[in-house]
């Protein structure tokens, strides 16, 4: 079977979840694929040897369409209607206008319905309209987890028959860094100095940072924080104004950082250095940077809704992300009770076993497999 691949997330510089995730399953599946071709498609010509290593594998074309705008709906159409594959697989966007009639898209969240507050008017236009029509014309719809299935199937009316559910995975090279020295030298390079509690993601109203940013104001006085700073690392989105403005109102300039993106290089060693990982979310689809922290000995608090508690497990604090006063307490408890930290620390280096890419991959080629033989 010719299996093409919508690749055009995956080559993103500056990876946020769902081009992460593109790129990692699109690397794990290549190995699995031997009794397949695949084509991935993509926007402009990829680095070398961005979807595997060493020697290109047999079988697996890359196929580079530059196109100045609106490529999915333009050029991967007029692609798919000159050469369509067997099926098409598209793992982060949406289905272009023209597809095969066998095709597969994953839909990473609702986050638009749950929380419209969160994204832009023309977002919240888009997304609607995109999932909807991912919704009507997918052969099989891959989702992250049970929490974004059931969305798709109280807000779209998709038959459940048609919806798998497949975790994502992690970056097993990802690990806790032992290394003081190589910890000090990351912070240092973002400015950090002393006990830290961190935040890894987009700046973005849906990321509930104004409330943790309140939250953290309530403890700085405290004497067991005077020491402590909260940095906020991520690539600035919508309303990021917004969270400076609350910072100076708050007087908490030099105890709230805002380093900007942070490369994959450095990533381990920042959350192996902090205090805990406060992802408060209002709502997320998977919620990799869980699973980051966990991987790199750090005690979680996440939410106690959408996905966050199936990918969490018994292995964070989970919180109501609207009560600010719980996400104080949560932070007060892990900065001050170093048994508690532990036990966390204990139960996120088990809970991140459960979760591969290639699990992930195996589990989504035999989805793929199965959709082509409808």
């Known amino acids: 079977m010719l299996i093409g691949i919508d690749a055009s997330r995956a080559v993103a510089t500056r990876r946020t979840g769902t081009e992460t995730y593109s790129l990692r399953l699109i690397r794990a599946l290549v190995p699995l694929c031997a009794g397949h071709r695949l084509r991935l498609y993509t926007n402009g010509q990829p680095p070398a040897h961005l979807f595997w290593d060493g020697a290109a594998p047999t079988g697996v074309e890359v196929c580079s369409m530059p196109w100045p705008r609106l490529w999915t709906h333009l050029r991967l159409s ?3 209607a000159l050469r369509p594959p067997d099926l ?5 966007h949406v289905l272009p206008l023209i597809h095969p009639r066998r095709s597969v898209v994953t839909v990473h969240d609702l986050g638009y319905l749950r929380h419209p507050e969160a994204h832009r008017p023309a977002d919240r236009r888009y997304l609607a ?4 029509w991912n919704a009507r014309r997918a052969s099989v719809i891959l989702a992250d987890s049970a929490a974004t299935a059931a969305d798709l199937t109280a807000a779209h009316g998709v038959d459940s028959a048609r ?5 994502l995975g992690r ?3 990802l690990a806790l860094v032992r290394d003081g020295l190589a910890v000090a030298n990351a912070q240092a390079r973002y400015g950090i100095g002393g006990r830290y509690l961190l935040y890894v993601g987009t ?9 943790v940013i309140s939250a953290f104001s309530q403890l700085a006085s405290a004497p067991a924080l005077t020491d402590v700073q909260l940095v906020l690392a991520g690539k600035r989105g919508w309303l990021y104004e917004d969270l400076f403005t609350q910072v100076a109102r708050l007087g908490l300039a030099g105890r709230v950082l805002f380093p900007g993106y942070i490369p994959e290089s450095d990533l381990p060693a920042l959350l192996s250095g902090a205090l805990a990982f406060v992802y408060p979310s209002l709502y997320e689809g998977f919620g990799i ?5 966990g991987a790199c000995g750090v005690p979680v608090i996440t939410s106690n809704t959408s996905s966050l508690p199936e990918v969490a497990g018994d292995a964070a604090l989970l919180v109501d992300p609207h009560d600010v006063d719980a996400i104080a307490d949560a932070m007060y408890r892990l900065v001050t009770d170093e048994a508690l930290r532990a036990e966390l620390t204990r139960r996120g280096a088990e809970n991140v076993k459960r979760f591969s890419w290639e699990k992930c991959a195996r589990e989504t080629l035999a989805v793929l497999e199965q959709a082509g033989r409808c």
């Open 88 to 92: 098409l697989f598209v793992p982060a």
């Open 163 to 167: 919806v798998r559910v497949v975790y």
């Open 78 to 80: 007029v692609e798919m």
């Open 203 to 211: 700046l973005q109203p849906r990321k509930n940072l104004a409330r």
């Open 171 to 173: 970056d097993e090279a």
């Open 289 to 293: 940077p869980v699973l980051e922290a």
């Open 129 to 132: 309209w995109s999932t909807g």
